[in-house]
């Protein structure tokens, strides 16, 4: 069953109650440990400050009136059962476009439910409302099993960088066009 309800959705599967909505007040503590635990291999920097420079964009209405390139921030966690379970952070470019960053299914959650998949498909969808014509993101070449499942999900490598934010790491662009 799904039930869609402007920005909530809720999808009943195998009697397990999956929802994903907006970010709340009291999301931040999850979002911050789930970002600093599946960022931290793969960049530099303080994670829990971009953790919080993100949500709090996301919380005060979403709105990037300074962005250059950016004009919104948005933020969904998804849900099982009332458990926080994944989450995917969107940002809105000026150019029609929105960038994945980052989209994370906790690790006991991972290649259960298809939430990476349900989340994606949330992303797409909500693109797609707001007259996006591409989505894209960026992934460390060394972050095998994300690589995969973006380019499963039909995202183009459109290149790379050695050490683009972190010595050592190589970065994956991915775009997805048209959504
Ligand atoms: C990438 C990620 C979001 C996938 O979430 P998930 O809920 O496990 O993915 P799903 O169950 O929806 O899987 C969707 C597809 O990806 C494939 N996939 C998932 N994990 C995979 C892996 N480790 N290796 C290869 N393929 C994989 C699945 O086989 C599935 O393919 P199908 O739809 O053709 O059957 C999750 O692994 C994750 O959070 N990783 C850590 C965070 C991260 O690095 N994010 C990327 C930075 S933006």
Known sequence: MQKSNGQTKEIIVNSVNIEIREALDDDFSWIEEVMQHALEAYYGGDHR????????????????????????????IAEVDGERAGMIHLVGKRQSTYKISPLIVAPEFQGRFGLGSRLLAYAESYARKHQAHQLYCTVAEQNVAALQFFLRKGFIRAGSSDSHYKSGVTETMLYQAPI
């Open 49 to 76: 400050a971009h953790a919080k420079r993100i949500f709090d964009a996301h919380i005060k209405g979403g709105v990037d009136h300074l962005g250059f390139f950016s004009f919104e921030q948005r933020m969904f």
